[in-house]
C-alpha cells in the first residue's frame, strides 16, 4: 500500500472516531435530557396526587363543617320534641305521632353519620362531654357520668354539640 492510501485510511478512522465520539456524546446528552424529564414528570405526578388528596381532605372537611351547622339548628327541634314525649298526655295517638316525628328526626341524623355522644354511665370526657354540676356519690366511679341535661351530638370524631352532664366525685 502507498503512503497516501495509509494516511487516507488514517484519516478516515480519525474522522470515524471524531463521529462516533460526537455520536456518544449526543447520545450521553439525549440520555441525561431524558433522565431528567422523567424525574420532572415523576415528581409532578406525586404533587397532582398530593395536591388530589389535600382537595378531597379539604371538601370532607368542608362537607362536614356545612352538616354539622345544618344538624346544630335542628338540635333544638329535637329537644323539644323529646320534652313533649316525658309530658304525661291522655291522647295516646298524640304521643305516637311526637315519637314517629322524633323517629324520623333520628332517623335522618343516622342516615348523615350523627351519634348521640353516650353519657350516664360512662366516664367523663371533656372533648365531648360538659360538665355543669359533680356530686359526691361514693357509688360511683371517679368522674362517672350520672346524669344527663341536655343530649351531646358528634358526626365521626367532630363534636357537634357538647353533652351537658352531672358528674359523680
Same mark, same amino acid.
Given at each position: 500500500?502507498? @503512503? @497516501?492510501?495509509?494516511?487516507?485510511?488514517?484519516?478516515?478512522?480519525?474522522?470515524? =472516531?471524531?463521529?462516533?465520539?460526537?455520536? +456518544?456524546?449526543?447520545?450521553?446528552?439525549?440520555?441525561?435530557?431524558l433522565e431528567e424529564?422523567?424525574?420532572r414528570l415523576k415528581?409532578?405526578?406525586?404533587?397532582?396526587? +398530593?395536591?388530589?388528596? =389535600?382537595? +378531597?381532605?379539604?371538601?370532607?372537611?368542608?362537607?362536614?363543617?356545612?352538616?354539622?351547622?345544618?344538624? #346544630?339548628?335542628?338540635?333544638?327541634?329535637?329537644?323539644?320534641?323529646?320534652?313533649?314525649? #316525658?309530658?304525661?298526655?291522655?291522647?295516646?295517638?298524640?304521643?305516637?305521632?311526637?315519637?314517629?316525628?322524633?323517629? !324520623?328526626?333520628?332517623?335522618?341524623?343516622?342516615?348523615?353519620?350523627?351519634? @348521640?355522644?353516650?353519657?350516664?354511665?360512662?366516664?367523663?370526657?371533656?372533648?365531648?362531654?360538659?360538665?355543669? #354540676?359533680?356530686? !359526691?356519690?361514693?357509688?360511683?366511679?371517679?368522674?362517672?357520668?350520672?346524669?344527663?341535661?341536655?343530649?351531646?351530638?358528634?358526626?365521626?370524631?367532630?363534636?357537634? =354539640?357538647? #353533652?351537658?352532664?352531672?358528674?359523680?366525685?
Open positions: 500500500m502507498s @503512503e @497516501e492510501k495509509k494516511e487516507e485510511l488514517n484519516e478516515n478512522k480519525e474522522e470515524k =472516531r471524531e463521529t462516533e465520539a460526537k455520536e +456518544n456524546d449526543e447520545l450521553g446528552a439525549m440520555k441525561q435530557e424529564t422523567n424525574d415528581r409532578i405526578m406525586a404533587e397532582f396526587e +398530593n395536591y388530589k388528596k =389535600r382537595s +378531597n381532605k379539604e371538601r370532607e372537611m368542608l362537607y362536614n363543617s356545612l352538616l354539622a351547622d345544618i344538624v #346544630s339548628s335542628f338540635l333544638p327541634v329535637i329537644d323539644n320534641l323529646e320534652k313533649a314525649l #316525658s309530658v304525661e298526655t291522655k291522647d295516646e295517638n298524640y304521643k305516637q305521632g311526637i315519637e314517629l316525628v322524633l323517629k !324520623q328526626f333520628n332517623d335522618v341524623l343516622a342516615k348523615f353519620g350523627v351519634e @348521640e355522644i353516650k353519657t350516664v354511665g360512662e366516664t367523663f370526657d371533656p372533648e365531648v362531654h360538659e360538665a355543669v #354540676s359533680s356530686i !359526691q356519690d361514693e357509688t360511683k366511679g371517679e368522674k362517672e357520668i350520672v346524669q344527663e341535661f341536655r343530649k351531646g351530638y358528634k358526626i365521626g370524631t367532630k363534636v357537634v =354539640r357538647h #353533652s351537658m352532664v352531672v358528674v359523680a366525685n
